[in-house]
């Protein structure tokens, strides 16, 4: 019943911007840490920026000053705010949340299907 779904991505020249939206729904209680992750073809994954409950954030050495992650504990969102994007930033971005706890569970981890963005020349 829980489910994180992903919106947001498209199409974009570098230097343009994007911003990636996920929202998780269902009877959730609480969730850890929320996530994003990114994926290029024959390219292992990378986690790209997360931020706990109480707002400390990290981010991969390669977005950082140009990616803003924030959520929003009450609606239990995450967005990834996307600035001076680059043809190497192309992927498929997945959402995470880590450590959710939903009614009636033990904590778990739950992905959304993920969301594709392209950065051409």
């Known amino acids: 019943q829980v489910q994180l779904v992903e919106s947001g991505g498209g199409l974009v020249q570098a230097g343009g911007s994007l911003r990636l939206s996920c929202a998780a729904s269902?009877?959730?209680?609480?969730?850890?840490?929320m996530n994003w992750w990114r994926q290029a073809p024959g390219a292992q994954r990378e986690l790209v920026a997360g931020?706990?409950?109480?707002?400390?954030?990290t981010y991969a050495e390669s977005v950082k000053g140009r990616f803003t992650i924030s959520r929003d504990n009450a609606k239990n969102t995450v967005d990834l705010q996307m600035n001076a994007l680059k043809p190497e930033d192309t992927a498929a971005y997945f959402c995470?949340?880590?450590?959710?706890?939903?009614?009636?569970?033990?904590?778990?981890?739950?992905w959304g299907q993920g969301t594709q963005v392209t950065v051409s020349l």
């Open positions: 269902g009877p959730i209680l609480s969730i850890w840490i």
């Open positions: 995470n949340a880590e450590g959710l706890v939903s009614v009636g569970f033990y904590s778990r981890d739950y």
């Open positions: 931020m706990n409950s109480v707002g400390n954030t």
